[in-house]
């Protein structure tokens, strides 16, 4: 199917954008969409790793934040409680099948797991063509403080829905891993897993740190997995964090950085030509090892 295709099925759902929001979502999260297609590079004809949802409760959830319904996707085992929570933090193209899909990973695991759209108040990503429309129509108009504030709001509903306090895990990939190294200093989680998260760079008046700038200030220790051959992260910067947490207090102590030399950006998505599976596989072990040594 090509994107002249998938766009004509896109806008079928329904005549009227607003009207259709929340079913355009649940399209995209299962064909990619033809924003995606475009923006994100080459693109595989399908997923790699496509996990079922067999023995699992499944679906969308609504969670308010700050007088705003966010949508959420939620996996968890059937008819089990007490379960450690993960947030799941999308990338620029928010929540379509490979962060879902992520979800029911965890879910399989044994987490209660949730993957909010963070962009719902600035628009829909799959709405646009390319990463610069994407950046400054959606991205750039998106506060640090609300997107913690709605992570906030997330784990709260967890918490009130079967979830275990104390066992709060934060999961993110590429915008989503700056966003794990940000929550990570900002509440009381207990563990982070950042993929490929950018850790400098301009900062705004929406986005006024880096995670290089909250380092010492986290409150929660951070699994950093990147690529050695990443084009946009560069090991320069790697090398400022990893100096920058050894000076920290015993959270930003305990947090690692792995570097993968063959991997590029993107490495654990797998609908991208990025996709590498062995460093991947690799860094999923990782990340939940992570996330049981520290309790989640």
């Known amino acids: ?33 033809v924003g995606i297609a475009a923006a994100a590079g080459p693109v595989m004809a399908q997923t790699a790793v496509h996990t079922p949802a067999d023995g699992l409760l499944v679906g969308d959830v609504m969670i308010e934040s700050a007088g705003q319904k966010i949508p959420v996707y939620r996996a968890q085992p059937q008819g089990r409680t007490d379960l450690p929570v993960v947030l799941v933090v999308s990338e620029i193209f928010g929540v379509h099948d490979y962060i879902a899909d992520v979800a029911r990973r965890l879910a399989h695991q ?8 963070l962009f719902v108040r600035q628009g829909d990503p799959m709405a646009y063509g390319s990463i610069a429309e994407v950046m400054t129509q ?27 306090p104390g066992h ?6 590429c915008w989503g891993g700056r966003i794990v190294w940000l929550y990570c200093a900002h509440a009381a989680v207990q563990a982070g897993v950042a993929w490929y998260g950018r850790l400098t760079g301009a900062t705004t008046a929406l986005t006024p740190k880096n995670p290089l700038d909250v380092a010492k200030e986290l409150k929660a220790p951070v699994l950093g997995l990147y690529g050695g051959q990443d084009q946009g992260i560069s090991q320069e910067s790697v090398a400022q964090m990893r100096q920058a947490l050894a000076a920290g207090d015993s959270a930003a102590k305990a947090s690692q950085i792995v570097v993968y030399p063959d991997a590029g950006h993107g490495f654990h998505a797998d609908y991208r030509a990025s996709y590498n599976a062995k460093d991947a596989q690799d860094g999923w072990s990782r990340a939940l090892t992570w996330l049981q040594q520290h309790h989640v």
């Open 1 to 33: 199917m090509g994107s002249n295709d998938l766009k004509a099925d896109f806008d079928s759902l329904s005549p009227g954008r607003e009207a259709t929001q929340w079913s355009r979502r649940s399209f995209v999260r299962t064909t990619l969409g």
């Open 110 to 117: 044994g987490y209660l797991a949730l993957a909010p759209d």
């Open 138 to 164: 959606v991205i750039a108009k998106v506060p640090d403080a609300q997107v913690l504030g709605d992570l906030d709001a997330c784990k709260d509903w967890a918490l009130a829905h079967g979830g275990r």
């Open 168 to 173: 709060v895990g934060v999961m993110g990939f």
